[in-house]
Every structure is written in C-alpha cells, then in structure tokens.
C-alpha cells in the first residue's frame, strides 16, 4: 500500500513539474514580457540591447506550428494595445459616409444613363453593368476602419476581402485618374495629386462602387532601371506597388493603401466600358495584333510608350482609393527632404549634415511626432529604394499628430544592386526614431523573422506571384542591416535616452530631444 502511495505522489509530482515546465512557465514569461498600460515602467527607457532580449525570449516560447507570417503577426510587438478610440479620432462616421456613396450611386446612374442614350444615337457599343452598392462592402468597410493611428487595424478582416474584391470584381467603368486630368485641365488637382505625364494609370470602378487606380506592367521583373536614369524619369512599376503594401504591413505601419495584383481585359474591362471617348481614342490594335493604349497627355502622347495586352490581358496593381475629398480631406505637404527635380540642383539637406537642426526649429517638426513618422517613412522608402518621395499627404482631421499616408510607391524596387544611402538622411541627420520601430526591424532582422523570408511568404499570396525577385527579397535585408548600422552609430554618438522614443507618450522629450 505505502509503494502504491509513493507511486502516485511520484507520477503526480512529474505531471506538475512537466505542467509547470511547459504550459505554466512560457504563459508567465509571455504575461510579464507584454506592456501594459497601467505601468509606468522605470526601465522604459533602457538599454537597447536589454529591451532588445525580452525580444528574443519571446521568440523562444512563440508556437512552432504555422507560417513564419503568422508567427511574425502573433508576436507580442505586434499585438501592443493602443490606446481604446474616441469617436473623434476615427476618420468617418457609418452614416455620413453610407448617405455621401448612395448619394454618388444615384448621380452615378443618372450620368450612365444620359451616356447610354446618346452612345445608343451615335451607334457607340459600351457594355452596360448595373451597380450593386453594398453598405457591408470591404472597401466601405475600409474606410470606416480609418483612424487616427493608421488606415485600418491589424486584425480587421475586410483588408484581406478587399484585396480579394479587387482581384476578382466586375469593372463597370474605366476613366482616366485626376492627375491625368490635370493635365488637359478637366478638374485642378494640385492640392493633393502632383500632375506626372510620365505614366498612364486608369481609374477603374468596381460593380459594388468600389473603386481602384490601376497601374499596367511597364517593366519586366528581371529588369533594373538603368544606372544612368534620373529617379523622376524612372518608369512606375505595378509590383513595386503591391510589394510596398505587404512590407508597410510587414513593418506594421499600416499606412499604405490595400494593393492587390490583377490580369485585367483591357478590350472588355477598359475600352468596352468607358464613358471618356478621349479615353477611347487612345485604344489600337499593334502589328502583333495586341490590343494596346497610351497616355494621352503632355509628353508622352504616342504609340510607342503605350501599354498592350498578350493579346487582351495586361497584368498590373489595383490600388485601393481613400474615401473622397470631399468628406475626407487631405492635404500635401513638400518633403524637408525633397531631391531636386532637375538635372543639375542640389538640394541643403545633400551638402549640410546638421541640415536637420534646422528642420527642428521650424513647425510642425519643432515638437510632436511629426519627425518621427518622417523617420519611419524615410526607412521604408530605403528599404524600397524610393528616391522619389517630393511630398507627404495627412488627413487634416487629425492634424499634426495625424500618421503621414506613404502613396505613391511605383519607382521602388528598381535597382536591387544598388543602396541609396542618401534616403536614409532623415534618421542619419536627426538620429531619432520610434521604439516601437526599433523593435520591428531588429525582430524582422532575426534568422526567425527574417524581412525577406516573411516578405516572400506575404507575397506568395499575391494573384500575381513571384511579385519580386529573390534579388530585391535579399536587398531586403541588406538594406535592414544599413540602417540597423546608422542606428548604433546615432546610439554611440548621442546615447539611446536620445535617439529612442516611446510612441505617443514623449512628446515632451521628443520637443526636448530636437534641441540638442
């Protein structure tokens, strides 16, 4: 009998200690590793190599099982509460937002139908789609999701569904974007659009209202821009595009609009259904009898930079449109750091290093978080290798502590054996950026997280994968390390006290810090 009881006190003694040992001890680890709002942290602002461990121990007790994405997504760095949203500080209220579309359906249908009739008098074929507007629609819900923080949030669902809708929906209509307006004088878009006639992109409208800005192929993958090409010269490529949306979302920015890759009909998807007969005249059969178009602007206005199908077909990105101006204001403010637009000008930030001092002592860099959301765009665009970054657009309702919008991403990804250093000038001259930052790039630096890896798996899940070649995947991380390298050189020179910042909660000591 006393064999019997030691027995059983042994075998539940070793169930304890393995319970402990494997289920108990990482749900402690991982519940004192995750910040919580109620403390005030005496630490916070530590080593950077400290803060930098409970890092790796949390990717020590993250679950084996799934994608590295998904291991990347549940990672306590991105699962960081923020703070609960007032109602101020979403973009858009339901109703307002559902009264401004239906109201746009109904103008929609009434100049439809003024263009079928006289389409129909002057024997014109266009193929006519009804609208189906849904108040549930992703990209509504896209929209509504908005807020102060970013476009939408980590875990909402109609991102994903967006990016599918735009793949697969019905096109009912197809028109020229505003900035190509601009430059025959239709509509005065400088507020916002900055008029290229470089690059034709299309306007395409969803049956379930949605609406989305296209991009045709223009360059092969394979292909590099050539090393003798000005960055405003450079061509816009449609999967520097998509790959500019999975890595905002890998960094966990969130501020590039939804882009999905598409096969569109440019006969029955772009011709058959427009209503711009400018649009129209641009269309020709080429002598490999492929149907192809050009833009009809001020500089390129001629066949041979037109764009063809294979015969019909032409792959490009499908942008996601923000809600419109007119309840979503935006304004578009230049960069501090904007190249010259020229083939000769040289610009002070390219010949001063403190070039930054200056920047601090002017508003709305002199206090806030402005600087550093210009640092965290300024490492995207090295990581895309974007030279071409002349302004920023924010929506106005949320002011000067609004997130900076990163549009307009098309001349990324071009030259995957070259590192502009040059992009990286904001973090080198002002020496500061988000914690919350650091962190990301230092995890996605890890053999467990590493960028390029995590970034080929997002991508894969593109309609028009590979999205990027396995050289820009390694030029990923090459560029990761420059700037990892630029961090540790600020840290030497200024201490990390004043080079790392807590987002949304130092705001004094960010208006402290830009006085040094």
């Not at 899940?461 to 999205?467: G, T, Y």
């Amino acid at each position: 009998m006393r064999r019997d009881r030691l027995l059983v006190a042994v075998t539940l003694v070793t169930l304890l200690a393995a319970d402990m040992h494997f289920i108990l001890l990482p749900r402690l680890k991982s519940w004192y590793f995750l910040p919580r709002e109620s403390c005030s942290c005496g630490n916070a602002n530590g080593s950077i190599d400290a803060m930098w461990m409970w890092g790796q121990n949390l990717t020590a007790v993250t679950i084996e099982k799934g994608s590295k994405l998904e291991r990347l997504f549940r990672h306590p760095l991105y699962n960081i509460r923020l703070p609960d949203l007032r109602a101020d500080e979403l973009l858009l209220e339901r109703q307002e937002l559902i009264n401004y579309y239906q109201r746009k359906v109904s103008r929609w249908e009434r100049m439809k139908k003024f263009y079928m009739e006289a389409a129909a008098a002057s024997n014109i074929s266009v193929s006519d789609h009804p609208v189906s507007f849904d108040p549930d629609a992703s990209w509504l819900q896209f929209h509504l999701g908005i807020n102060r923080y970013a476009l939408y949030n980590r875990e909402d669902s109609s991102v994903d569904k967006l990016l599918q809708d735009m793949q697969t929906d019905t096109v009912i209509n197809a028109d020229f974007t505003q900035d190509e307006k601009a430059l025959k004088g239709a509509c005065d878009c400088s507020q916002v659009v900055k008029p290229s006639g470089l690059h034709l992109k299309l306007a395409l409208k969803l049956q379930d209202f949605g609406k989305a800005m296209f991009k045709p192929m223009r360059q092969e993958r394979h292909e590099e821009t050539p090393e003798n090409f000005f960055y405003f010269v450079d061509f816009q490529r449609h999967n520097a595009e998509i790959a500019a949306f999975h890595l905002d979302r890998v960094l966990d920015f969130r501020r590039v609009p939804p882009v999905a890759g598409r096969f569109v009909n440019v006969t029955s998807e772009i011709l058959y259904i427009t209503h711009n007969e400018e649009l129209r005249s641009v269309f020709f059969t080429s002598p490999a009898n492929n149907t192809c178009f050009f833009a009809k602007c001020l500089y390129v206005c001629k066949s041979e930079y037109a764009v063809c199908g294979h015969p019909d077909l032409l792959e490009g990105s499908m942008s996601a449109y923000l809600p419109g101006l007119s309840i979503a204001p935006r304004i578009s403010i230049p960069n501090p750091w904007i190249r010259s637009y020229s083939f000769t000008g040289t610009e002070e930030w390219e010949v001063n290093p403190s070039y930054c001092d200056t920047v601090r002592k002017h508003y709305p860099y002199n206090s806030g978080n402005r600087l550093l959301n210009m640092i965290d765009m300024a490492v995207f665009d090295f990581l895309t290798g974007n030279m071409d970054r002349h302004h920023y657009e924010i929506f106005t309702k949320f002011g000067d502590e609004g997130f900076l919008l990163h549009l307009d991403n098309a001349r990324g990804f071009g030259r995957h054996s070259h590192d502009e250093l040059s992009i990286l000038a904001p973090l080198t001259q002002c020496c500061m950026i988000k914690r919350s930052t650091l962190f990301r790039l230092k995890l996605l630096s890890s053999s467990e997280y590493l960028l390029s890896d995590v970034m080929r798996e997002s991508l894969s899940r593109d309609a028009l994968s590979p999205v990027l070649t396995e050289e820009h995947l390694q030029a990923l991380d090459r560029r990761l390390k420059h700037t990892l390298l630029a961090l540790d050189t600020c840290v030497e020179k200024h201490g990390e006290a004043q080079v790392v910042f807590t987002d949304f909660e130092e705001a004094d000591r960010v208006t402290a810090g830009q006085q040094r």
